[in-house]
Nanobody
Framework: QAHFVESGGGLVQAGGSLRLSCTHPSIGRYINVAAWYRQFPGKERELVAEITTGGEPEYQDSAKGRFTIYRDNAKNTMDLQMDNLQPEDTAVYYC????????WGPGTQVTVSA
């Protein structure tokens, strides 16, 4: 069971954008809701956004209007487009499934400066 691999994080100023990418060989065939999570220092992971196999998205309130989640089953990828980033978005971002989560990847660090 391969880990998820997250990429695309980095350092941006407030108001900037990043596009995170997630890859796992099961994304195109695993019938489950996939999701982006984030983890603040000293806290447990929290849900950011989720997307069904068919492409129906849902967002946490903090992400609505700023983040967009995409799922490309043909490429086994899931992306998170993040716009108007704020310092409070600083966290390590992870991807996995909502139900029956698989092994976690290393995450990708997002840092937003004021």
């Amino acid at each position: 069971q391969a880990h998820f691999v997250e990429s695309g994080g980095g350092l941006v100023q407030a108001g900037g954008s990043l596009r995170l990418s997630c890859t796992h060989p099961s994304i195109g065939r695993y019938i489950n809701v996939a999701a982006w999570y984030r983890q603040f220092p000293g806290k447990e992971r929290e849900l950011v956004a989720e997307i069904t196999t068919g492409g129906e998205p849902e967002y946490q309130d903090s992400a609505k209007g700023r983040f967009t989640i995409y799922r490309d089953n043909a490429k086994n990828t899931m992306d998170l487009q993040m716009d108007n980033l704020q310092p409070e978005d600083t966290a390590v971002y992870y991807c996995n499934y909502i139900l029956a989560a698989l092994d976690w990847g290393p995450g990708t660090q997002v840092t937003v400066s004021a």
